[in-house]
């Protein structure tokens, strides 16, 4: 933070611009240069990708909407009475493949905390009214095989994680592959591939994410030394990730006898193919978080992800130098997200932490979820697109997998370049204003711009370039192109989003 209010103070010095008689009539111009731009890293062609949470396939207890809430039940019923029933999701539904199409190629990382205690059920029979015993969920072959073909269809690579509950172990508590070998079994004998896992989903929150009684750091060690060895021989090209925890380095509470720490000095040492961490900046007011719509436009916000990714980055360049690290699980906040989440003001968060992390060497980032509660991109329930949807449409299409640093600070615009995507010689830029002021923007060459704007920032809907962006009478994706703007002074509005793509002259 300190470093930010030193680039603030010194932006305030050296650029800004008068354009009036006046303090009052100052306004804001960012000069771009676009020469000699320093490339400082490059992301994974699939950078941009989401979860579908295991709940969801099997269908389960889900966050319930807001406008479900009964107070008096939570009163009495307690955290059992923010969640509600959900059916299996239809990953067959045509307009749900269509939108998701639409951000390939992504990962798609079906996991969660349900996914702890999950029974594969590797027959063909009705499924199973209730799970075994060590189990508390069932997953069908025909469940399982709609997930491979929703990646199929959608371009997707797939990631997940496996059971730890006492359902997989033997008679002296070590783990076995009782539930992993039928599962790779079945998933290739349909022409699928898990191409990445974590051992099981958040050892941080082991203590109520199904974990045997008393799961520690060194149960930790000994499960993952016999999953990887299995791993090995069964699902060699399989990448291993991990750990996966959450809320460390102050951002959340968490179990603190599952530390990151406690896992990477247990012995025999975990070792990762990609160290993986969750980031959620707060809890949601469904977990009596205190956030506000006005407190996600503020920098501290906007920059969480940065303090979160930090905690994280230092523990992997301790303990696996040189090892990727990717966020495998992100979004508003936890507890299913606030109920702005589902409006335009979650934008800015988003769109600001993709840039942020591609900055900071971040190689993929999966928000949950892709269509399950307020987080989610696309409404639990019609699976209309929300305007974070429209965000992540817009980076997908434009931000490539090249990284440069912009070379020009602003106090009240971030701007984020990368490669223009696919072309050799393009860039784009995007420039996200959280504040009421409006900025000049002094383009030097003709561009093509793509401006993201809401007549509140509660709004449901959002404008590009003017026009409200919503699917067609067939539920198709309307045509998404940019505006021609000659070189010269572009305005970016009061709270707006501005992406621009500009060719580099022969």
Not at 198 to 224: L, Q, V
Not at 437 to 443: A, K, Q, R, T
Request: charged share 25%; proline share 5%.
């Amino acid at each position: 933070m300190k470093q930010i209010v030193i680039l603030l103070v010194l932006f305030q010095l050296l650029a800004c611009v008068s354009v009036g008689e006046s303090k009052e009539n100052r306004k804001e111009i960012i000069k771009l240069q676009l020469a000699d731009l320093k490339l400082t890293g490059q992301v994974d062609e699939r950078y941009q990708s989401v979860n579908i949470e295991m709940c969801e396939v099997v269908g389960g207890d889900f966050w319930i909407p807001y406008a479900l809430l009964d107070s008096a039940k939570v009163k009495s019923g307690g955290f059992s009475a923010l969640k509600r029933t959900i059916p299996p999701i239809n990953l067959y539904e045509r307009k749900l493949l269509t939108l998701a199409s639409a951000l390939g190629p992504m990962y798609i990382r079906v996991s969660g905390t349900w996914a702890n205690t999950t029974y594969f059920q590797d027959n063909d029979a009705p499924k199973l009214e209730k799970a075994p015993e060590g189990y508390e969920n069932v997953l069908t072959r025909k469940e399982w095989k709609g997930v491979i073909d929703f990646c199929k269809a959608t371009d997707s690579k797939l990631v997940t994680s496996f059971a730890i509950s006492e359902g997989i172990r033997d008679n002296e508590g070590s783990w076995t592959p009782a539930q992993l070998e039928p599962l790779l079994h079945y998933t290739h004998s349909v022409g699928g591939n898990i191409v990445a896992s974590e051992m099981f989903n958040e050892p941080s929150h082991a203590s109520h994410g199904g974990a045997p009684k008393g799961y520690d750091a060194n149960s930790y060690a000994r499960d993952f030394a016999a999953f990887k060895s299995f791993v090995s021989k069964a699902a060699p090209d399989m990448r291993i990730l991990g750990p996966g925890s959450t809320g460390e380095g102050g951002i959340l509470p968490i179990d603190r006898g599952m530390s990151t720490d406690s896992i990477m000095n247990a012995s025999p040492i975990p070792q990762f193919d990609v160290f993986t961490y969750h980031f959620y900046g707060g809890v949601s007011k469904r977990c009596m978080g205190q956030l506000t719509p006005e407190h996600a436009l503020t920098k501290e916000w906007l920059c969480k992800t940065e303090l979160g990714l930090k905690y994280y980055r230092d523990a992997r360049d301790k303990y696996a130098p040189g090892v990727p690290i990717w966020l495998t699980e992100t979004a508003e906040a936890a507890c299913g997200g606030n109920p702005w989440a589902a409006t335009y003001v979650d934008c800015f968060r988003y769109l600001e932490q993709l840039g942020r992390l591609a900055k900071e060497g971040v190689q993929v980032v999966m928000h949950n979820t892709l269509c399950a509660s307020e987080y989610a991109l696309l409404d639990q329930d019609t699976h209309d697109p929300r305007p974070n949807y429209w965000a992540a449409l817009l980076w997908n299409k434009l931000m490539g997998t090249q990284v440069y640093e912009s070379g020009f600070q602003s106090p009240n615009a971030d701007v984020f370049v990368h490669n223009l995507k696919n072309s050799k010689e393009g860039f784009a830029l995007l420039f996200v204003n959280p504040t009421k002021e409006e900025i000049e923007i002094e383009v030097p060459d003709d561009a093509k711009q793509y401006l993201l704007t809401a007549d509140d920032i509660l709004s449901k809907n959002v404008k590009l370039n003017g026009r409200e962006l919503r699917l067609t009478t067939g539920d198709e994706l309307p045509k998404i192109e940019g505006k021609n703007i000659k070189a010269g002074t572009v305005q970016l509005p009061p709270q707006g989003i501005m992406f621009l793509t500009i060719e580099k002259k022969k």
